[in-house]
């Protein structure tokens, strides 16, 4: 039987520094901004698509940055029908 090696190599080409990123400072912003808002970029995904629910009426889903998920809002049947369940 024939058999067929191949062989890759990586070669990797970085800029020299200094150079220009897109890099967010969210603790920065936060004490910018009387310690408010996001400190992450993953917590300001989560408010950001929190917020966006909230002006749907649909918040079904919580917050999962949040140690002890749970539901922040919803209709009051939903929210009963969760807590009573539980």
Do not use: V
Not at 11 to 35: A, F, I, Q, R, V
Not at 57 to 76: A, K, P
Request: charge should be negative; charged fraction near 30%.
């Amino acid at each position: 039987p024939e058999s067929l090696k191949l062989h890759f190599q990586e070669e990797e080409h970085l800029l020299e520094s200094p150079y220009d990123t897109n890099y967010t400072d969210y603790e920065d912003l936060w004490n910018k901004n009387n310690k408010t808002g996001p400190r992450s970029q993953e917590i300001c995904k989560e408010w950001c698509l929190s917020n966006f629910l909230k002006t749907c009426g649909e918040c079904y889903r919580g917050f999962t940055m949040i140690e002890n998920s749970r539901i922040l809002c919803g209709t009051r049947e939903e929210i009963l029908k969760i807590y009573l369940n539980a």
